[in-house]
């Protein structure tokens, strides 16, 4: 009992801080040499050689708790998911060098975890959970007195101020030049936001891999026969995300997506002329993506702040705060979906396009259900259910669309030679969505030149047979069939408006 206590405490025990500052240098210095080899570069073979570089400096930091053997196995999968990368860096190699790396990281440090059910968890808390403790520990350096408690509360405030300030930013022109007007002979020509949030990304992916802490599920028991075992140390601490810290956060966020809200109010739905040589189709295209990373950052906070059980869950002051942020998230998603709009507008429709605005949709959805999920106070698996669920509905009636159709008649209809303005419709691209674009392209054919007319029935021809051919009883489809029965009642149509004779 005693040789099994001494054993638990050892693989529980705290941080050391004396080798936190080494670990914090050597980060540094990994996030470095990404910036070197990644940043405004083309990706290829760097990758490999950062992958080395990140597996040498976590043996380094790691070496007491390796077995030659498990070593000698982690090693083989590295250099297994090394050699897909190396042949040729895509993203299927990138992905086997991303797991490679964890698996082998995994299997080399980690001797207790032998089951496979084990390993997945101890992979799912790597990706979810790892990425996010590189502040927290780093603030373990210092000893929490009054001063470095403030600190620690107002990091993570200020943090993700700045990111979200940053986002809006590059959403929001005019955002853009406030922040500009803040010290720009300093602050943006000495210091580069991108850059900034590159080598904190940097640092938040690599720190896992020098700080190599995994959850253990079996360590359940608190007592032994010498005694109490202490506790595993919590992976954010009190101070870290504690109320005091989520009040703030909160007050800042409201005050940062109040700003954005307002002045979406002013420009996108009041219409007010933009700054200039801001033009609404720009407006739109820029900010749509960085408002949903926002808001799925946003939502991110909520759940970690909201956790169930958590101490931020039942406090009269934080929940409002909670509701009003997340419904100016769900403005904010408003907003980018109008912004979306306006674009394809313009632009015409994709199926990327179509597939935002199906995002957006979703991510409004779950917005509103977290706060669903904090007043009825239910558990995140109701959370992670019921949005499934939603998923599940949506990609169901997504695959009985036909957007073939769809986005051929809408961008004809929108087109500059049906509506007299935005863009010329693309011939190409219409043929590309096959037979489902006939009636489209019939639309096209009477609005060409003579020319241009006698080139689109030759390929629509080609699409007709190919339709006929879809319709034998191997490749049969009941939208064919239908598309099918539209081209012969429009083939009786012509016959019948033929004078006889």
């Not at 933009?274 to 820029?286: C, D, F, G, Q, V």
């Not at 558990?379 to 051929?408: P, Q």
């Not at 489902?436 to 609005?447: E, G, N, S, V, Y």
Request: hydrophobic share 55%.
């Amino acid at each position: 009992m005693t040789s099994l206590a001494s054993t638990i405490a050892a693989e529980i025990q705290p941080i050391r801080h004396s080798s936190i500052p080494a670990k914090l240098g050597l980060a540094l210095v990994l996030a470095a040499l990404a910036d070197w080899l990644f940043y405004g570069e083309r990706i290829g073979l760097s990758l490999t050689l950062f992958a080395i570089a990140m597996a040498c400096v976590s043996v380094l930091f790691n070496h007491a708790a390796l077995d030659p053997r498990r070593a000698t196995i982690g090693t083989a999968i590295l250099v297994a998911g090394l050699v897909p990368a190396v042949e040729e860096l895509n993203t299927l190699s990138f992905l086997i060098l991303t797991m490679a790396v964890v698996i082998a990281l995994l299997i080399a440090t980690n001797p207790e975890t032998t089951e496979l059910t084990e390993r997945a968890r101890a992979l799912r808390n790597f990706f979810l959970i790892g990425p996010f403790r590189f502040f927290p520990d780093a603030l373990q350096v210092f000893n929490m007195s009054a001063f470095t408690r403030g600190v620690a509360l107002w990091l993570l405030p200020v943090t993700l101020s700045t990111v979200f300030v940053a986002l809006f930013a590059a959403a929001n022109p005019v955002i853009e030049q406030w922040v500009f007007l803040l010290n720009p002979k300093f602050i943006f020509e000495y210091i580069s936001i991108p850059r900034v949030l590159f080598w904190a990304m940097m640092l938040a992916l690599v720190w896992p891999f020098i700080h190599v802490r995994w959850r253990r599920g079996t360590m359940i028991a608190t007592t032994v026969a010498d005694g109490p075992v202490p506790p595993l140390p919590p992976l954010v601490s009190a101070e870290f995300l504690g109320p005091s810290t989520i009040m703030r956060s909160l007050i800042l966020f409201n005050l940062l997506f109040a700003a954005q809200s307002i002045l979406d109010g002013i420009y996108l739905w009041g219409h007010v002329a933009l700054p200039a040589n801001m033009t609404y189709a720009a407006y739109a295209h820029r900010g749509a993506y960085p408002l949903i990373a926002t808001a799925l950052l946003a939502a991110a906070f909520v759940l970690a702040a909201m956790r169930p059980g958590g101490p931020a869950e039942k406090s009269n002051v934080i929940r409002p705060l909670v509701y009003l942020w997340v419904g100016q998230n769900v403005l904010l998603v408003a907003s980018s979906i109008l912004r979306l709009d306006l674009y394809v507008d313009i632009y015409l429709l994709t199926y990327w396009r179509i597939a935002a605005f199906i995002w957006m949709g979703l991510v409004a959805l779950g917005l509103i259900l977290i706060v669903a999920r904090i007043v009825l106070n239910r558990s995140n698996r109701w959370l992670v259910g019921t949005n499934l669920i939603a998923l599940t509905i949506v990609l169901y009636s997504c695959s009985l669309v036909n957007f073939d159709a769809v986005i051929a008649d809408y961008n004809v209809t929108h087109s500059r030679e049906t509506s007299g303005v935005g863009l010329t419709a693309d011939l190409n691209y219409l043929l590309t969505f096959g037979p489902q674009a006939l009636p489209a392209i019939d639309k096209m054919i009477q609005l060409r030149t003579e020319v241009v007319r006698r080139n689109l029935v030759w390929r629509r021809d080609d699409l007709v047979e190919e339709l006929r051919r879809d319709m034998a009883w191997r490749t049969w489809g009941f939208r064919n069939w239908r598309l099918q029965r539209w081209l012969d009642a429009q083939a009786r149509s012509r016959s019948d408006s033929q004078p006889a004779g």
